[in-house]
């Protein structure tokens, strides 16, 4: 694995061309909290499981839960 300064000035170009056509954390974080929002706004089942908290693909809600509680956090809810 090389180091960016032991790298060639046409192999540093072309890696940040690479890279500027990928999504990055932000831009796909953003991604999902519009994707929840839509659902949410079109009042759909899984856009109202996500509002309310709950587990949205169907897990078990009668004991365990407490994982989907945790990733439907409001950081995801938009």
Known sequence: MA???????????????????????NDLRRQVRE??????DMGSYRGRR???GLPVRGQRTRTQNT??????????RG
Do not use: C, F, P, Y
């Open 50 to 52: 996500h509002a309310m």
């Open 67 to 76: 994982t989907a509680n945790k990733l439907n956090k409001i950081d995801r």
């Open 35 to 40: 994707n929840i929002k839509r659902l949410r």
């Open 3 to 25: 180091k960016v300064g032991g790298l060639a000035s046409k192999q540093i170009l072309d890696l940040t061309a690479e890279l500027s056509n990928m999504n990055i954390e």
